[in-house]
């Protein structure tokens, strides 16, 4: 099989807290009246599997690619050979989110039925002037304040609200509590998990007008857990750094689940060294660009929230691009206690 950049049919998520940005700024089909919150890119998660969109493996789902061709698609660091370890998302919170929290090991290891962790980053591509999030809870605030607070319906005082901004990164690490508030645009990169323990909703009710379920328990366990163990929010941010002519890292991050380097290619043509042990996911955040294995094969057209993905095996990336472009370029980390 010669492999090439393959893009994906995006599969529109209707939310309760969703807006229409991600329609009428980036053109995911929608209903007019439809309140469109995430937006997945590349998913292989029942029902949901990303649909090849160009080249001649176009009709072919992700979750059958990853089936076929196993570690040959997915590459030596993907921790299972038949099953692709991340999503990609756009989201677009017209309203608050709810006071969430994600599974970590440890809750993992005492609940048999449990999926697994949810490691997730966020990456801003756009946000009003004021726009902030809910990264975790103010300096010194106990797991047992947060109960007595939730018993008199008072959350908010205990949460820390940071004020975010376009081109940076803010990690999400299971059993962080954190909410994601209206007034920004974000790439979402998570670990192949869908558990969210809601801690607290604000009062309001679903698109159902009925209140949603909290998982009050189950967030308290595993915010405890993470309030007693700083280690499991530890990451890496990368370096900018000259990696050829035309072609400048201006930063990135680094978890034990993914590793984001965010690349700037001048205008013109370069290329880059990819890591042939790992898939590579392509997300354009500025600019546009046309990204090719070699000069012969099929390009992957990138505009502004677009997304990629570059199969295993790949060593260099050819980037063309009329006026610049920067590209989130994500792979899997070498897996702990391995060489390389």
């Known amino acids: 099989m010669a492999w090439y950049p393959l893009r994906f049919q995006s599969i529109p998520k209707e939310r309760v807290w969703g807006g229409r940005a991600l329609v009428t700024r980036f053109q995911r089909a929608a209903r007019p009246d439809a309140r469109i919150g995430e937006s997945w890119e590349i998913v292989d998660r029942a029902p949901d599997t990303s649909v090849v969109d160009n080249g001649p493996l176009a009709g072919r789902t992700l979750s059958a690619l990853c089936r076929e061709h196993g570690q040959r698609f997915l590459g030596e660091n993907a921790p299972v050979a038949d099953r692709f370890p991340l999503i990609v998302k756009l989201l677009d919170p017209n309203d608050r989110l709810s006071v ?4 970590t090991a440890a809750y993992v290891d005492r609940h048999p039925g ?21 990264h975790g809870l103010n300096e010194d605030v106990t797991i047992d304040e947060v ?18 901004e376009a081109g940076a990164f803010y990690y999400m690490p299971s059993g962080l509590i954190h909410a994601l508030l209206p007034g920004s645009i974000m790439v979402e990169i ?13 009062g309001r009710v679903g698109l159902d007008g009925k209140p949603r379920a909290l998982h009050v328990a189950e967030a308290i366990e595993t915010a405890e857990t993470f309030l007693g163990d700083p280690s499991l929010g530890a990451y890496t941010e990368l370096p900018s750094e000259r ?13 034990p689940s993914f ?19 790992s898939f590579a996911i392509l997300t354009a955040v500025a600019g546009s660009a046309e990204a090719r294995l ?3 094969g099929i390009p992957a057209l990138l505009g502004v929230g677009d997304s990629a ?11 063309v691009t009329a006026d610049g472009a920067t590209l989130l370029v994500t792979t899997l980390p070498r897996p702990s206690g391995t060489r390389g």
């Open 259 to 277: 590793r984001i380097e965010k690349v700037r290619f001048d205008a013109g043509r370069a290329s880059m060294q990819l890591d042939a042990r």
């Open 294 to 296: 070699e000069s012969a």
């Open 309 to 319: 993905l570059v199969p295993a095996g790949a060593e260099r990336l050819e980037v």
């Open 243 to 255: 990696l050829q002519r035309g072609v400048e890292r201006t930063g990135g991050f680094e978890c």
């Open 147 to 164: 109960r007595a607070a939730l018993a008199a319906g008072r959350l908010e005082p205990l949460l820390r609200s940071v004020p975010v």
């Open 190 to 202: 998570q670990q192949n998990c869908d558990t969210t323990f809601r801690l607290y909703d604000w």
């Open 100 to 103: 969430q929290v994600h599974p």
């Open 114 to 134: 449990a999926e697994g962790t949810k490691n997730e980053v966020w990456y801003v591509l756009h946000a009003e002037p004021g726009a902030r999030i809910i």
